[in-house]
Structure formats: C-alpha cells, structure tokens
Nanobody, 126 residues
Framework: QVQLVESGGGLVQAGGSLRLSCAAS????????MGWFRQDPGKEREFVAA????????YYGDSVKGRFTISRDNAKNTLYLQMSSLKPEDTAVYYC???????????????????WGQGTQVTVSS
C-alpha cells in the first residue's frame, strides 16, 4: 500500500505561482507512474499532468500546458507540481495519484491509477 499526502495549496492571486508536493509513504514510488488531477465541485475530475517512473516522460492537459511543470524526486519519495501564471479557472482541489508500473508508460485517465491522496485546495483570485 502507498499513502499519498498532498501539500502546498492555498490562496493566490491570478498570475501568481504555487508549488504542490505529494509525499508518498508505505512503499517507494520509484517504479510508480504518477499523476496530478483536479476537481471543482460539480465538475468531473480533470487530468492535469502525468510523469513516468523515472521522470523521463511527461504529459500535460491542454489547459495547463506551458504553465505547469510536473517533476519527481524518487530519493525523497515525492512528486511535485509547479504552477505558474495561475488563472481563476485553475481553482480546484488538486489530487496526486500513483500506479505501480516500471515501464516508460504514463497514464492520463483517473481510473488507471490505484492510489490517491486526499487533495489540497488551490484557490486563485482574480
């Protein structure tokens, strides 16, 4: 079992930046594909970004491409999401997710992930 805990959310003005962290425990995530998703109340969960096990392959949702960067530090068992040029429409609860793999594959669909954190709120004011 892997436990995931997100942190780093908060209130920021439009145009600002935040860095989210997702700390994993229970097992090393070295061979896990990881991802970030977000969800606003009343809306479906939206794919944000994904990264393969060694960080060599990343993929982003169209709405965040060029503004967000996903990265990982396997030595620290931690996933990151650097968010820049934030917009009010980025407001949501952000979740990290993990799936054991060990290949170059990454995943963009929430149902493909096995483990989820509890989420961290990001609010962007205009």
């Amino acid at each position: 079992q892997v436990q995931l805990v997100e942190s780093g959310g908060g209130l920021v003005q439009a145009g600002g930046s935040l860095r989210l962290s997702c700390a994993a425990s229970g097992r090393t995530i070295r061979t896990y594909a990881m991802g970030w998703f977000r969800q606003d109340p009343g809306k479906e969960r939206e794919f944000v970004a994904a990264i393969n096990w060694n960080g060599g392959n990343t993929y982003y949702g169209d709405s965040v491409k060029g503004r967000f960067t996903i990265s990982r530090d396997n030595a620290k068992n931690t996933l990151y999401l650097q968010m820049s040029s934030l917009k009010p429409e980025d407001t949501a609860v952000y979740y990290c997710a993990a799936r054991p793999t060990g290949t170059e594959v990454l995943f963009t669909i929430s149902e493909e992930y096995n483990y989820w954190g509890q989420g961290t709120q990001v609010t962007v004011s205009s």
